[in-house]
T-cell receptor, first 117, second 111 residues
Framework: SQTIHQWPATLVQPVGSPLSLECTVEGTSNPNLYWYRQAAGRGLQLLFYSVGIGQISSEVPQNLSASRPQDRQFILSSKKLLLSDSGFYLC????????????????FGQGTRLTVV | EDKVVQSPLSLVVHEGDTVTLNCSYEVTNFRSLLWYKQEKKAPTFLFMLTSSGIEKKSGRLSSILDKKELFSILNITATQTGDSAVYLCAGEGGGADGLTFGKGTHLIIQP
């Protein structure tokens, strides 16, 4: 069965410090991978998605970046955190659709609560 | 810009009551609408709806999609305290490979 592992669960970091959140998926190949942020009162916002190694699409301009060094590894990074980067970050995967119009649901990791102080 | 609006934002009912959660959407090249339950951290998948008027059921939960009026409802009958959670609605469209989420409905079931 497929599993998704995201760490750390909780993180408190000072403003200006770097960030690295990691997400790995097991039990599937060539998944689509996503990073979402859930800020209070704003619902889930898609930050990045990736359809393959080294292929990253950014949905919103921000202080964050993402990388996919391996097929089942997705990393969210920042060189210098801002207070506004605080939030709950969720990694997710979905089956790579052979047909772009195939409907697939996303499966989420347990999330990382990031507090920038 | 794609948009998903859920209502109510917060709801408190007593155990045994039936609740209806609403979700309206404006999603470019709409493909499907999804419902998730988020209790503590990771949202867990409930339903995926692609066709109008076809009800999907899972135990006490059911959901239906109206593609003409661009909305969906999630019904929970005979609610239990374990149903307390945030229920998220998301629209999948052709603009991006991700989902557009609503803000969620925070449902609290009181014993």
């Amino acid at each position: 069965s497929q599993t998704i592992h995201q760490w750390p669960a909780t993180l408190v970091q000072p403003v200006g410090s770097p960030l690295s959140l990691e997400c790995t998926v097991e039990g599937t190949s060539n998944p689509n991978l996503y990073w979402y942020r859930q800020a209070a009162g704003r619902g889930l916002q898609l930050l990045f998605y990736s359809v393959g190694i080294g292929q990253i699409s950014s949905e919103v301009p921000q202080n964050l970046s993402a990388s996919r060094p391996q097929d089942r590894q997705f990393i969210l990074s920042s060189k210098k955190l801002l207070l506004s980067d605080s939030g709950f970050y969720l990694c997710a995967w979905s089956v790579r659709a052979i047909n772009r119009w195939r409907n697939t649901e996303a499966f989420f990791g347990q999330g990382t609560r990031l507090t920038v102080v | 810009e794609d948009k998903v609006v859920q209502s109510p934002l917060s709801l408190v009912v007593h155990e045994g009551d039936t609740v209806t959660l609403n979700c309206s959407y404006e999603v470019t090249n709409f493909r499907s609408l999804l419902w998730y339950k988020q209790e503590k951290k990771a949202p867990t998948f409930l339903f995926m709806l692609t066709s109008s008027g076809i009800e999907k059921k899972s135990g006490r939960l059911s959901s239906i999609l109206d593609k003409k009026e661009l909305f969906s409802i999630l019904n929970i009958t005979a609610t239990q305290t374990g149903d307390s959670a945030v229920y998220l609605c998301a629209g999948e469209g052709g603009g991006a490979d991700g989902l557009t989420f609503g803000k969620g409905t925070h449902l609290i079931i009181q014993p």
